[in-house]
T-cell receptor, first 112, second 115 residues
Framework: TQLLEQSPQFLSIQEGENLTVYCNSSSVFSSLQWYRQEPGEGPVLLVTVVTGGEVKKLKRLTFQFGDARKDSSLHITAAQPGDTGLYLCAGALSNSGYALNFGKGTSLLVTP | DTGVSQNPRHKITKRGQNVTFRCDPI?????LYWYRQTLGQGPEFLTYFQNEAQLEKSRLLSDRFSAERPKGSFSTLEIQRTEQGDSAMYLCASSTGIADTGELFFGEGSRLTVL
């Protein structure tokens, strides 16, 4: 059973379009991170959200943490080809262990 | 470059052979993690070290897998008697451990292919 469910799994859009990807769980997380991974490379941290209801912006990317700290979303405005990659959400559970649990990711392709 | 360093980047081996991967974390980071990632999946947690102590191991880590971090700096992950199902990208990550927010800095990974 996957602790974090991401949707959609694949997304192919044209440059300039907006998109939202989702990360959902039935578990409560003390914090949640979003990473981007390019082929053949390790994931790179984009943002960490900690407080329920928190919204963080990183240029054209907007991240939101759900009020109950069980879900998160990533919205990209005016997508560019450089946004292409695998977007992974990862959460630290409130009550156990040191493992950061990852979702399967959303593979985004932005074509010119 | 002061990031997380992993080697080798690629390893091709025959089934039944042993392989070892090395990870050099960011120097001031006392937490070190190993993850495994297969195609189309997110990284799966394998094990965690705080300094030289191995504090957590996933059930994914069978008896054929062993990890060490002898001096609290670099770490090695050894896979004995490799199987085709071990083919994957093995990722190492480190963090400061100052704030318990789980922010990890990953290396570029070691890709294992078992023939």
């Amino acid at each position: 059973t996957q602790l974090l469910e991401q949707s959609p799994q694949f997304l192919s859009i044209q440059e300039g379009e907006n998109l939202t990807v989702y990360c959902n769980s039935s578990s409560v997380f003390s914090s949640l991170q979003w990473y981007r991974q390019e082929p053949g490379e390790g994931p790179v941290l984009l943002v960490t959200v900690v407080t329920g209801g928190e919204v963080k912006k990183l240029k054209r990317l907007t991240f939101q943490f759900g009020d109950a700290r069980k879900d998160s979303s990533l919205h990209i405005t005016a997508a560019q080809p450089g946004d292409t990659g695998l977007y992974l959400c990862a959460g630290a559970l409130s009550n156990s262990g040191y493992a950061l649990n990852f979702g399967k990711g959303t593979s985004l392709l932005v074509t010119p | 470059d002061t990031g997380v360093s992993q080697n080798p980047r690629h390893k091709i081996t025959k089934r039944g052979q042993n392989v070892t991967f090395r990870c050099d974390p960011i120097s001031e980071h006392n937490r070190l993690y190993w993850y495994r990632q297969t195609l189309g999946q997110g990284p799966e947690f394998l094990t965690y070290f705080q300094n030289e102590a191995q504090l957590e191991k996933s059930r994914l880590l069978s008896d054929r897998f062993s990890a060490e971090r002898p001096k609290g700096s670099f770490s090695t992950l050894e896979i004995q008697r490799t199987e085709q199902g071990d083919s994957a990208m093995y990722l190492c990550a480190s963090s400061t451990g100052i704030a318990d927010t789980g922010e990890l800095f990953f290396g570029e990974g070691s890709r294992l292919t078992v023939l």
